[in-house]
C-alpha cells in the first residue's frame, strides 16, 4: 500500500506538466533549498553553551537550583561556587617521556594514572632573592585590578570583590616582622625577607602555629602555594591564589575572553620579571574541570564536530560515487546530506533554543551516517533502473525503494522514542536530535533528492561502472601484447644471420 500511495500520490505529482515544465519539483527544490541555507545559518550561529547545562528537567528532584544549593553545603556562599587561578613560579615543564632506569614508565593516554608526568623546575627561578621577592609582591598587588570585559566580571575586575588574592611571600614577610624581628607597627618593618633567612622562614611559618599564620595558609604552604627541597634547602616554586568572578561553571565564551586577558597580563608581566623569577604561568588546576578545563573541553568537543564534518561529507560522496558510479547523483546526494544536516543542527537552535554542548556535537556527526542511509539507497535504484527516462527512472525509484525508506523511518522513530522515558537530558536531547534527522532525512531523500534526479540527473546507464573498468583495463593489455614483437633466441638470431649458399648461386655445398 505504501508503494500505491507513492505512486498515486507522490509521483502523480511530481511528473505533473504545467506548459511543458514541472512546476513541482522545481517548487520544491526551491524551498527546500531555501529552507536549507536557512538552517545553514542559523547552525552557523551555534555557540558553546552561555550557562550551565541542566543533567535533569525543571520537574526532576535533581535540578540546578538543588544541586547549587547542595554543592555549597546549603550556604550562601561557597568556594565551590567560584573558580580560583593560581599564578605559580618556577615550573618550566612536566616531563611525561619517561623510560629509563628508577623513572616512571612512558606518559600513556588510555592509561594516565601510570604517569602524569614529572614536574620539572626551573634552575634559573631563585625565589629567594630580593628581587624576585619584590616582583612576586607587585604581582599579587597587581593581581588585584587585572581587568576583565567579560559580562560575568563585576566591576570589570576578574578577582572576586568580596575576597582577596593569597600572597605566601606577604604572609612570609608579615610573619618574619612580627615573630622574628618583633617589629608590629615600627616603621623600620622589612619589605622582604633576608635571602640567607627565606628557607628557615618557611619551614617556621610551616610548622608553628601562630596567630598571624592561620591554619588554611600553613595547611596550602606545601600542596598548594608552595613547594622546597628539603635536601638542598630551597624553595622550588610558589603561587599566588585568586579567587575569581568566574562561577562554577563558567560559560565558555566568558572563560574564553578572561582567559585571554589574563594571558596577555601574564606575558606583559613576564617582561618586566627579573632574570631570577622569569619562569610562572598561569593554570586552573586548582578548580580540575571548573575553569579552563571546561572551556578547552568544550573547544575542543566543537573542533572535533567541524572535523568530523570534513571527514564525513567528502567521504560521504566517496560512497554514493561508489554506489551509484554518477558524479552527478553523488552531487546532488551530497547537497541533500548537507541541508539534512544543517536542518537538524539549526532545528537544535531555532526551535529548541539549545547550545552547542555535547550531545549536540555527537549528533552532528552520526546523522551524516543517517542521512547517507536515505540518498545512497535512492539514488542506486535510480541508476539501476531499466527505464529510460528520467521520469521512469524515479517513479521507479520511489516505488521501489520508497516503502523501504518509510519502514526504515518509522522503526528508528520508535527506537529513539524510547530514550524519552530517561530522566538525563542527554538522552532526551539525542532522542530529539535523532527524530530530525529521521524526518528531514526522509522529506530530503523523497522530495528534495527525487526532484533533483528528476530534473538534472543522466538518464543513460552511467560510464565508470566495474564492468566498464574491467573491459578498458582488459582491452588496454591486449593491445599492449599484440604491439609486442615476438622474442627471438640467441641461436635462432644466430641461424637467420647465416647466409645460404644455394641463395648465393653456388648449387648447394656438393
Not at 263 to 270: M, Y
Request: with cysteine.
Amino acid at each position: 500500500w505504501m508503494a500505491w500511495v507513492l505512486r498515486v500520490a507522490l509521483v502523480r505529482l511530481l511528473l505533473q506538466r504545467w506548459r511543458g515544465v514541472k512546476p513541482a519539483p522545481i517548487g520544491i527544490l526551491i524551498i527546500m533549498a531555501g529552507y536549507g541555507v536557512f538552517m545553514l545559518a542559523a547552525s552557523a550561529n551555534l555557540r558553546p553553551p552561555t550557562g550551565p547545562q541542566a543533567l535533569f528537567p525543571s520537574s526532576h528532584m535533581f535540578n540546578l537550583d538543588f544541586m547549587g544549593r547542595a554543592g555549597s553545603d546549603w550556604q550562601a556562599v561557597s568556594d565551590t561556587e567560584i573558580v580560583p587561578v593560581a599564578v605559580v613560579f618556577g615550573i618550566t615543564r612536566l616531563d611525561r617521556e619517561g623510560g629509563g632506569p628508577g623513572k616512571l614508565p612512558r606518559f600513556d593516554w588510555l592509561f594516565p594514572a601510570l604517569n602524569r608526568g614529572e614536574i620539572v623546575f626551573d634552575a634559573e627561578t631563585d625565589l629567594a632573592a630580593e628581587a624576585s621577592q619584590r616582583f612576586f609582591l607587585e604581582t599579587c598587588s597587581q593581581l588585584e585590578e587585572v581587568a576583565c570585559t567579560a559580562d560575568i566580571c563585576v566591576g570589570g575586575k576578574l578577582k572576586r570583590s568580596d575576597q582577596k588574592v593569597f600572597c605566601i611571600v606577604t604572609e612570609l614577610v608579615e610573619y618574619y616582622n612580627v615573630f622574628i624581628l618583633g617589629n608590629v607597627t615600627h616603621p623600620a618593618k622589612a619589605t622582604t625577607v633576608p635571602p640567607d633567612l627565606f628557607y628557615s622562614v618557611v619551614q617556621r611559618f610551616a610548622t608553628e602555629n601562630q596567630a598571624s599564620s592561620p591554619l588554611s595558609a600553613r595547611r596550602l604552604i606545601f600542596g598548594t602555594t608552595l613547594g622546597v627541597d628539603a635536601d638542598v634547602k630551597r624553595v622550588n616554586w610558589a603561587a599566588i591564589v585568586m579567587p575569581t568572578a568566574l562561577p562554577n561553571p563558567t560559560p565558555n565564551r566568558d572563560a574564553r575572553l578572561a582567559f585571554d586577558e589574563l594571558e596577555a597580563w601574564i606575558a606583559k608581566r613576564r617582561e618586566a620579571a627579573p632574570a631570577s623569577c622569569k619562569t610562572f604561568f598561569q593554570t586552573d588546576t586548582l578548580s580540575f574541570g571548573r575553569g579552563w578545563t571546561k572551556m578547552d573541553l568544550e573547544d575542543a568537543v566543537i573542533d572535533n564536530l567541524w572535523t568530523g564534518f570534513a571527514i564525513c561529507l567528502p567521504l560521504a560522496f566517496i560512497v554514493v560515487l561508489l554506489a551509484t558510479y554518477s558524479l552527478s547523483i553523488a552531487t546532488l546526494a551530497t547537497l541533500s546530506i548537507v541541508f539534512i544536516v544543517a536542518g537538524v543542527m539549526g532545528a537544535a537552535k531555532v526551535y529548541h533554543g539549545w547550545s552547542l554542548g555535547i550531545p549536540q556535537s555527537v549528533a552532528g556527526v552520526i546523522i551524516i551516517g543517517f542521512a547517507v542511509d536515505f540518498t545512497v539507497h535512492l539514488g542506486n535504484m535510480f541508476v539501476e533502473s531499466d527505464r529510460t527516462t528520467r521520469e521512469g527512472k524515479t517513479e521507479h525509484a520511489l516505488v521501489t525503494m520508497g516503502p523501504t525508506l518509510i519502514g526504515g523511518a518509522l522503526t528508528t522513530l520508535c527506537a529513539s522514542a524510547v530514550l524519552f522515558t530517561c530522566s538525563l537530558a542527554f538522552f532526551t536531547h539525542m532522542a530529539l536530535l535523532l527524530m530530525w534527522t529521521i524526518v528531514l532525512s526522509l522529506l530530503y531523500s523523497l522530495l528534495f533528492f527525487a526532484s533533483a534526479c528528476l530534473l538534472f540527473a543522466p538518464v543513460g546507464k552511467p560510464a565508470w561502472t566495474p564492468e566498464f573498468l574491467s573491459t578498458l583495463v582488459k582491452s588496454r593489455l591486449r593491445v599492449r601484447v599484440a604491439s609486442t614483437p615476438p622474442e627471438v633466441s640467441p641461436r635462432r638470431a644466430d641461424a637467420q644471420r647465416v647466409p645460404d649458399a644455394r641463395s648465393e648461386g653456388h648449387g648447394g655445398f656438393g
